[in-house]
């Protein structure tokens, strides 16, 4: 277990620190080896209460409590906060950023010394503990650093190690996926509504029809190509429902969406 024995850290305890430290709780770490420093007081008072965490305001303090920081405030904050803690961070620690856009190369550029820095994208699911994250390691992190970062988001759902130049992809795909997701399951229930369906039933019934078919995917391990083609009946509904979407071009619609995705991500951390 990676994370065996070390204490953690969140400069920031906004949405995703709390998910990423509810997560933790639940994997079995104790609240006592969890650290999070936040400017806001009330915040803090909050995620006390909740989580039975260690709370500070002071963020050096906190940086010099524990093995692993995770940097988890709004990217532009990021820099100043960057610049403060650099003093109290050391290399036998796992420095980690969810801040996006924000290159391993410009953190390690704040930090003193060699600093095993790692860069995470995750996505909101996370608050759910289904989360989609994908980390970079940086040059001077190593497998221990990799480990425990995926063991951190494997936390809060599924975590891979990607190349840092795939990380504006993952955005583009992951990142940003929960807003594909969203507007295609309005879609749905527009249509099922449209055709008499209460909108309290088709939300229910495609929402889970979703769920479904993602853990076919992940737990069976097939082509989607296959398991679309084990639902498909010659002359059946299916095939009929397949044509519409193929007549509106769907596949290259969402590849678009990833590639434009992917490009702003590029502009908005170039
Ligand atoms: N939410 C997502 O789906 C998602 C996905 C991928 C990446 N991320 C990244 O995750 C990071 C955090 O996102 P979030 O949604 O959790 O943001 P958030 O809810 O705004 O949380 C950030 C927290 O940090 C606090 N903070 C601000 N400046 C600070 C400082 N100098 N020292 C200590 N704490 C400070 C904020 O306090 P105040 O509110 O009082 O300013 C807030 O409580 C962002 O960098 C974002 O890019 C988020």
Same mark, same amino acid.
């Given at each position: 277990m990676p994370l065996k024995g070390l204490k953690i850290g969140f400069l920031g305890g906004g949405a995703m620190g709390e998910a990423l430290l509810t997560g933790l709780i639940r994997t =079995?770490? $104790? !609240? !006592?080896?969890l650290y999070v420093s936040d400017i806001s007081a009330s915040r803090l008072d909050y995620l006390k209460q909740k989580l039975g965490v260690n709370t500070t305001p002071d963020n050096i303090y906190m940086v010099k409590e524990v093995d692993i920081v995770i940097l988890a405030v709004k990217p532009q904050s990021a820099a100043a906060v960057l610049k403060k803690i650099a003093v109290a961070v050391r290399p036998g620690q796992t420095f980690i950023s969810i801040? $996006? =856009?924000?290159?391993t190369g410009l953190i390690e550029s704040y930090l003193e010394g060699h600093i095993p820095v790692i860069r995470v994208m995750p996505n909101t699911p996370c608050l759910v503990g289904e989360g989609a994250s994908a980390v970079s390691a940086g040059k001077y992190a190593g497998e221990e650093s990799v480990a425990r970062a995926l063991a951190v988001f494997a936390a809060a759902g599924k975590a891979v190690e990607v190349p840092e130049s795939l990380l504006d992809c993952v955005t583009g795909l992951s990142g940003s996926g929960p807003a594909y997701m969203y507007m295609i399951l309005e879609g749905f229930i527009d249509g099922a509504v449209r055709l008499g369906l209460p909108r309290q039933v088709a939300r229910e019934l495609i929402a889970q029809t979703m769920l479904g078919a993602a853990r076919m995917v992940l737990e069976s391990d097939e082509h989607p190509g296959k398991l679309k083609d084990m639902v498909t009946t010659p002359g059946g509904t299916t095939i009929a429902g397949l044509f519409a979407l193929e007549e509106g071009a769907l596949r290259s619609l969402l590849m678009k969406a990833v590639a434009a995705a992917t490009q702003r991500s590029r502009e908005l951390s170039g």
């Open positions: =079995g770490l $104790a !609240s !006592s080896v801040a $996006a =856009g924000i290159t």
